[in-house]
Nanobody, 119 residues
Framework: QVQLVESGGGLVQAGGSLKLSCTAI????????MGWFRQTPGKERELVAT???????SYLHSVKGRSSISRDDAQKTAYLQMSSLKPEDTAVYYC?????????????WGQGTQVTVSS
């Protein structure tokens, strides 16, 4: 069974830092683009950062300069390092990745990890 497992969320004071991790586990032979999204109650899920298999990155304007996405293909893991956190960064953060197993290629979502930034 292919799945994405996230970790690293939590409660942090404004101005602090957090590092989120997302690991793909299961029968996987290829990992494509990986990304992080976030969602708050009543709002649509928004893209925070992405990284392609070639290492090309892109960021939501409001987190650019404060966040860095990276990946370790040997570990099938993506990371989101966030710093200078603001209360408006509070959300459930979801990992997304394009994964190919022995039977199919599709987009997968993690279960979500809560990030809460206190003022």
């Amino acid at each position: 069974q292919v799945q994405l497992v996230e970790s690293g969320g939590g409660l942090v004071q404004a101005g602090g830092s957090l590092k989120l991790s997302c690991t793909a586990i299961g029968d996987i032979f290829q990992v494509g683009a990986m990304g992080w999204f976030r969602q708050t109650p009543g709002k649509e899920r928004e893209l925070v950062a992405t990284i392609t298999s070639a290492g090309i990155t892109s960021y939501l304007h409001s987190v650019k300069g404060r966040s860095s996405i990276s990946r370790d293909d040997a570990q099938k893991t993506a990371y989101l390092q966030m710093s200078s956190l603001k209360p408006e960064d509070t959300a459930v953060y979801y990992c997304n990745a394009d994964l190919c197993s022995s039977t199919q290629c599709k987009s997968y979502w993690g279960q979500g990890t809560q990030v809460t930034v206190s003022s």
